[in-house]
């Protein structure tokens, strides 16, 4: 029998609980699935990080932390992890940011808020053409399993898409950038900007004032990644100053963001409170299983986290 400690909320077990068990059958795999187990009985914890577990010290069978969630940045740095950690990649988290990258780009892109302001009989007034996609650069920080899902997808619009990476990547039909030098040329190009990084020391605090006046005037912020990837007070100005022409924002230094925050408030800037992807209970269970299957079988897990990177 496999012990398969489930460590996330409440909630999150009424969800998974039986994709869970489905999977694990599917998959042949004798598992004994519970929310509490002693902790030297556990061979794998599916975990989230906002679970009260943060001690992994007793867990000294344990082959293997799961994490629900693609973002690492609460538990990567996390001292008595000492098994290995894998993230979550699925096929629905990925189609979920395609679909919400794609949406919020073509809002602002064909500026549907626009003719949202013009609905009061003034037909010149609301007359604007919108430009194609073809003369509208879009720029990806990021181009890992999401980064570049989205790029492709936008490419497929016909938008000229720039990402950039901390490796330099060839993606057929998108200009792939590295580096600093590149970072000045992914953002000088970027009227639409997605931030799809994890949230690492390197990128914390990434698009400061000095990066933000390197985005062409009028240009659009997009970020799902992570909130501490601006600086708040940076943005604003940005906006205020006209520079910018609009943020949207579905993820935030504080979640819930605080009722007062300033950007509630906005008239430039759209606040998401993080739905832009979820992990999808079914195909992530999926995921899971195949990764204690692996664990089972002494095979490579998937999707193992690089801790000396970050994410
Ligand atoms: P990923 O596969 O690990 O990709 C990360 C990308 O960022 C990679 O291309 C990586 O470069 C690049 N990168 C990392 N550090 C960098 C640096 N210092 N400079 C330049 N590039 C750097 O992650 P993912 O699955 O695409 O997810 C990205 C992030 O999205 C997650 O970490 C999470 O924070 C966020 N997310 C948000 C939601 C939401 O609902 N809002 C949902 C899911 C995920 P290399 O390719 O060279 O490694």
Known sequence: MINVLFA????????????????????????????????????????????PLQDFTPYTRCKAVLNLWAGVEAIVGNQTLTQPLTRMVDHGLSRGMVEWVSGHVLR??????????????????AHKVPPLAEERGVTILGLGELGRACAEALAQFGFPVTGW?????????ITCLSGETGLDEAL????????????????????????????????VVLNPGRGPMIVD????????????????????????LPAPHPFWAHP???????????????TAAQVIAENVARGEAGRPLKFLVDRSRGY
């Open 165 to 173: 990476s901390r490796s330099q990547k060839e993606i057929p039909g």
């Open 108 to 125: 602002h892109h064909l500026d549907i808020d626009h003719y949202l302001a013009h609905q009061d009989g003034d037909w010149a007034a």
């Open 268 to 282: 430039k800037i759209t606040v998401c409170p993080h739905i832009a992807s979820e992990t999808r209970p079914r």
């Open 233 to 256: 007070e940076a943005l604003i100005a940005a906006l205020d100053s006209g520079h910018l022409r609009h943020a949207t924002l579905d993820v935030f230094r504080t979640e819930p």
């Open 8 to 51: 996330a909320t409440e909630q999150r077990w009424s969800e998974y609980e039986a994709p869970l068990r489905e999977s694990f059958a599917a998959r042949d795999l004798s598992v004994d699935l519970r929310t509490d187990f002693a902790p030297e009985e556990v061979d794998y914890i599916v975990y989230a990080p906002n679970s």
């Open 188 to 219: 000088s190009g970027a009227q639409i900007l997605v931030l799809l990084l994890p949230l690492t020391d390197e990128t914390t605090d990434l698009l400061d004032a000095a990066r933000l006046a390197q985005l062409p005037q009028g240009a």
